[in-house]
């Protein structure tokens, strides 16, 4: 008797099953490859594997400032210490985010020592706008905000980017503050190789920086022209702008030298800020929204930022089980864009301080979020009509840059700022080097008495979310994006994947991602996903667009003496670095 070998059996099974003969009825199901299939001797389930460190880490957009932030941890110095350090250092090494000139949100965790409590903070120091700011002020003869014009010195509020380095320095930080300035002055002075993404990002702004005298002298050759990758670029102006700050800290950007260099030049081309603008500005310290995710605690940066909608999307998507329609799969991303839908539309309610008040604690509550998730369905598509306005009241008690640290005494801090656009306004007073914000375009211009319209003194509304999300009271990932309206969507797959699907944080980070905003707006989805699932989304109703890539987070995972670094690759010249 013959006796067909296993080899031949699954072979002639195969050439059945491709025939359509009878053996297709009679399958089992699909035989899963062996637990540490791989093809090598050492395997690993998932592609991509975090950069590991010890003793403290730093992960930015910026190779050279994360270095910076790495050597002030070697040195001693705290979570605080290094991020005011690489604050500094971006605005060299990354102009078209980094910034003196711009604004943006801090989470500070500082753990318990002897002398005091653990605490952890928020510091807004997002820009406010000029007491000169009218609701016609960016309007145009018609009455229209031209949002495709370029910047200019009347779009600039009051930068608070040193007001809020200074603010956590003074409050946690232990090195000299002109010690974490000094790496930043050296790097302006002698220069560095400029790197292909710098060098690419620069040449595509170069004709409208070229059209402002201050921008021209600090970032274009003398002819004009930008400089190429591989070349020196070396920042005088700005350098001797930084050593007036390490001299004179705060003090001298708001009411000092420079502090009146800054008003001159942005008046002198018809900006409405004043000397009075400057030294009122304040940074605004404040407890976090707290919030949780499958029993993970999880402080998130409150108004003006948005770290409330982040918060409601994941309670939103708390009520489904979504480990177990697994990373991918059609139900959990039309689920997550259901949920984005959801609370698109209950961001309405987000607006600018003091004039507004957000419902914050309402709107990133559980029971908000169960009387919300009502309206969602498996089998079903929401248009912009199906949600009607939500009422959070009841449960009341553009181009950025996002860099994580943390250290080995337990401190971490999640920080992200911004000039608005790439290269923000575009203007540089004369003299000076600094690269000024266009953040009163973000006010919504040709309207009056909503959250986000402009007012003078108004600090503006953000979609920025830098957060902490914590493992037995302790820092387990430290994290946030830039992206603009991308950012939101962004941190919740970022968390999703993490929590839910167990990737670890560079995998989480690099899966491909969705965005979705209001209800009749298209479904987007990055490079990455299947034809198969953009078919079957659309057959469910969403309208399915390609985008391109989308926010570039930056992360850090704490496990015991570990530090899991992960550098978004989405935008070049990312790094994470471990101080050993």
Known sequence: MHITKPRTLVALTAALMLMGGPVLAKQAAPVRPAAGSGGDIVNYGQIHSPVVGRGGMVVSQSDPATRVGVEILRQGGNAVDSAVAVAFAEAVTLPRAGNIGGS????????????????TIAVNYYGTAPAATTPDLLLD??????????SGFINVSVPGTVMGMWEAHARFGSMPWAD??????KLAEEGYVLSDGEADATAGRARVLATDPGAREAYLKTDGTPYRAGEIFRQPLLAESLRKVARGGADEFYKGELARQIVAGVQAQGGVITMADMSAYRADVSEPIWG???????AY???????????????LLEHFDLRAMRWGSVDSLHLISEAMKITSSDRRLIGGAPQWTTPAHGLASKEFAAERVRLIALDRTLKAADIPEGNPYPYESQDTTHYSVADAFGNAVSN????SNSYGAHVAPVGTGILLNNHLDNFSWGTRGEPNSP?????????????VVFKDDKPWLVTGTPGGGYIIATMVQLISNVIDHDLNVAEAAMRPRLNQAGGDSPLELEGGFSPDVERLLRERGHAVRPSMTMGSTQSIMVDGDRFLGAADTRRPDALALGVR
């Not at 003006?304 to 999307?313: E, F, K, L, M, P």
């Open 141 to 150: 003869d018609s009455g229209r905000f031209d949002r495709s014009k370029p």
């Open 292 to 298: 949780s995710y499958r029993d993970h605690r999880i």
């Open 104 to 119: 943006g949100y801090m989470i500070v965790h500082m753990a318990a020592t002897a002398e005091r409590p653990a605490q």
């Open 455 to 467: 007012a003078p003194g108004k600090r503006l509304g953000s979609t920025i979310t830098p957060m």
């Open 301 to 315: 940066m409150p108004p003006t930022a948005s770290g409330v909608s982040v918060a409601q999307a994941l309670n």
């Open 180 to 185: 974490l300035i000094a790496p930043a002055i």
């Open 416 to 419: 992200t700022y911004t000039l």
